[in-house]
Nanobody
Framework: QVQLVESGGGLVQAGGSLRLSCAASGRTSSSYAMGWFRQAPGKEREFTSA????????LYADSVKGRFTISRDNAKNTVYLQMNSLKAEDTAVYYC???????????????WGQGTQVTVSS
């Protein structure tokens, strides 16, 4: 069992930055690949980024590539999502999740956090 708690969301102007954190407890996070997803009202949950167990491999959705950076600190059991050059269309609830391997599809992830709201004003 793994518990995930996201933090760092908030209200930011377009062009600004936020850093999200996802703290894992229970089994150590280094046992899992981890990903960040987001869901806007009326839309399906969308992949944004993922990182391998060691942190040496990452995946990004085209919509965030070059603006978002995922990283992890296994000593702290924490994954981060640095979001720069934010746009209004980045507004969503952001969730972190764990998977056995590096994946983009949400159905491969089996532990999820409760989410943190990110709102970008234009």
């Amino acid at each position: 069992q793994v518990q995930l708690v996201e933090s760092g969301g908030g209200l930011v102007q377009a062009g600004g930055s936020l850093r999200l954190s996802c703290a894992a407890s229970g089994r150590t996070s280094s046992s899992y690949a981890m990903g960040w997803f987001r869901q806007a009202p009326g839309k399906e949950r969308e992949f944004t980024s993922a990182i391998s167990r060691s942190g040496d491999s990452t995946l990004y959705a085209d919509s965030v590539k070059g603006r978002f950076t995922i990283s992890r600190d296994n000593a702290k059991n924490t994954v981060y999502l640095q979001m720069n050059s934010l746009k209004a269309e980045d507004t969503a609830v952001y969730y972190c999740a764990v998977a056995s391997t590096l994946q983009m599809k949400p159905n491969w992830y089996y532990y999820w956090g409760q989410g943190t709201q990110v709102t970008v004003s234009s």
